[in-house]
């Protein structure tokens, strides 16, 4: 399934942020949606997921309390909602999809995810 993100953009710390995962694929409800980011100098690392039918999400613990992941199927859209953002959260963020069967730890690996969307950079200033 084909994937865009979007919603990025320069913010202050404290500000917030909504960013989108979309696809004009119906099979896009097939499919667990992940969210990475990979800052300059870094590996790319798991910020959150959500499974296919909302029926489980995960974060990483460093955006526990911050972010929220939702999604609608009849949008094919996933939603990360993040709060109180801090210059660490500065990073280019991806949305991926997984067909995986089970996803908990599992999907905390981006080797798990088929398919990446392009990203989208979101800035945090200080």
């Known amino acids: 399934v084909q994937l865009q993100a979007s919603g990025g953009g320069l913010v202050q710390a404290g500000d917030s942020l909504r960013l989108s995962c979309s696809s004009s694929e119906r099979t896009f409800r097939n499919y667990h949606i992940g969210w990475f980011r990979q800052a300059p100098g870094r590996e790319r690392e798991f910020v959150a997921v959500i499974r296919r039918n909302s029926d489980g999400t995960y974060f990483a613990d460093d955006v526990k309390g911050r972010f929220a992941i939702s999604r609608s199927n009849a949008m094919n859209t996933v939603y990360l909602q993040m709060n109180s953002l801090k210059p660490e959260d500065t990073a280019v963020y991806y949305c991926?999809?997984?067909?995986?069967?089970?996803?908990?730890?599992?999907?905390?690996?981006?080797?798990?995810?088929?398919?990446w969307g392009k990203g989208t950079q979101v800035t945090v200033s200080s």
């Open positions: 991926a999809s997984t067909s995986t069967a089970s996803c908990s730890t599992y999907c905390y690996y981006a080797r798990s995810y088929a398919n």
